[in-house]
């Protein structure tokens, strides 16, 4: 995956390096779901300030949406942040999203691939009734049930 550097200025401002342009948190969120890895840098102190810049842009959705976890989470996340949760994060919560991820598309792949078979299924199945059509006189001849030979 492209990692893109962004510079981040005391006056709060990001500068994309590649496209030689400012840029905001929403154009670096776009940037993000197109599937770049970005790395964030403090023009000052050269320190990487990537995971507070996209906590904000997780936070600036959050924000639209009026909520982004449950409260109780958000309690356990103050109250014990530094330790216990920030392993289980580093450690599961991203392994946990990659494999529902994949589950989700194995799963969508699967269900497009019977939808395409139900489709054939149906395809032939008309076809063969369009065929049989051609031998239903010949079939009538034979069936009397129910009919008068007077």
Not at 54 to 80: D, F, G, R, W
Not at 106 to 131: H, P, R, V, W, Y
Not at 140 to 150: C, P, V
């Amino acid at each position: 995956m492209e990692t893109v550097l962004i510079k981040k200025y005391a006056n709060r401002r990001l500068y994309d390096t590649v496209l030689s342009k400012y840029v905001t948190l929403q154009e670096l969120r776009d940037l993000i779901k197109t599937g770049k890895m970005v790395k964030v840098i403090d023009v000052n102190t050269e320190e990487d300030v990537t995971a507070f810049i996209l906590t904000q842009i997780v936070l600036e959705e959050a924000k639209k949406k009026n909520a982004l976890l449950p409260e109780p989470l958000l309690h356990l996340i103050i109250c014990y942040g530094d330790n216990v949760l920030s392993d289980f994060f580093e450690k599961y919560l991203q392994q946990v999203i990659n494999n529902y991820l994949y589950q989700k598309s194995m799963f969508d792949e699967q269900f497009g691939k019977m939808l395409d078979l139900g489709m054939d299924i149906s395809g032939m199945a008309q076809k063969t009734m369009n065929e049989m059509s051609l031998f239903k006189p010949f079939m009538d001849f034979f069936n009397t049930t129910g009919k008068n030979t007077e």
